[in-house]
């Protein structure tokens, strides 16, 4: 059973800077692509950045330039710096991987539970 664990929420002020973490843990399994998505009160997820397995980066228009996504491959962990916080980036956010089973071969993506990131004016 491969599970994620997201860390690194938190409240901050305009032009303040988080990190979030999103580790797995489990075994048998290897790991594709990884990005970071969130969710704003009354509003659809939506992709704000994503990393292949060989470390190509891509980004929300609304976060390049502020937001860096990058990954050790070692530690099975994503990490995201969130830079410049404007209040419209309040939301939940969300990780998610695309893992391959050692044993069936099958691929299937995963969600981590959601950190709160609050960013006051």
């Known amino acids: 059973q491969v599970q994620l664990v997201e860390s690194g929420g938190g409240l901050v002020q305009a032009g303040g800077s988080l990190r979030l973490s999103c580790a797995a843990s489990?075994?048998?399994?290897?790991?594709?692509?990884m990005a970071w998505y969130r969710q704003a009160p009354g509003k659809q997820r939506e992709l704000v950045a994503q990393i292949t397995s060989g470390g190509i980066t891509n980004y929300a228009d609304s976060v390049k330039g502020r937001f860096t996504i990058f990954r050790d491959n070692a530690k099975n962990t994503l990490y995201m710096q969130l830079d410049s916080l404007k209040p419209e980036d309040t939301a939940v956010y969300y990780c998610n991987f695309m893992i391959r089973s050692y044993l069936t071969r099958a691929y299937r993506t995963i969600w981590g539970q959601g950190a709160q990131v609050t960013v006051s004016s």
């Open positions: 489990g075994s048998d399994f290897s790991i594709n692509a």
